[in-house]
Nanobody
Framework: QVQLVESGGGLVQPGGSLRLSCAAS????????MAWYRQAPGKQRELVAS???????AYASSVKGRFTISRDNAKNTVFLQMDSLKPEDTAVYLC?????????WGQGTQVTVSS
């Protein structure tokens, strides 16, 4: 059974940083496109950042320049480095893996930005 397990969330002050990790139990992790989504209370789930199997990245305009997505194929892990955090970044952050018809989600990790 495929599992995506997120970690690294928590409470941080505005302007602070967090690094999220997503460990995936995928046998061919390197072939999957990976992404981070977030969902705030009462709002739709939104794509935050993505990284292809070849390492190409893309970001939502709201996080560009502040967040960095990366992957370590040797460890089957994708990361999201979040800097200069703002209160509006508060949400549950979810990891996603996709390859053709394969589509997997993690349970999410809570990120709260508040003073």
């Amino acid at each position: 059974q495929v599992q995506l397990v997120e970690s690294g969330g928590g409470l941080v002050q505005p302007g602070g940083s967090l690094r999220l990790s997503c460990a995936a139990s995928l046998s061919i992790f390197s072939r999957y496109a990976m992404a981070w989504y977030r969902q705030a209370p009462g709002k739709q789930r939104e794509l935050v950042a993505s990284i292809t199997s070849r390492g190409s990245t893309a970001y939502a305009s709201s996080v560009k320049g502040r967040f960095t997505i990366s992957r370590d194929n040797a460890k089957n892990t994708v990361f999201l480095q979040m800097d200069s955090l703002k209160p509006e970044d508060t949400a549950v952050y979810l990891c996603h893996a996709g390859l053709f018809s394969d589509d997997y989600w993690g349970q999410g990790t809570q990120v709260t930005v508040s003073s």
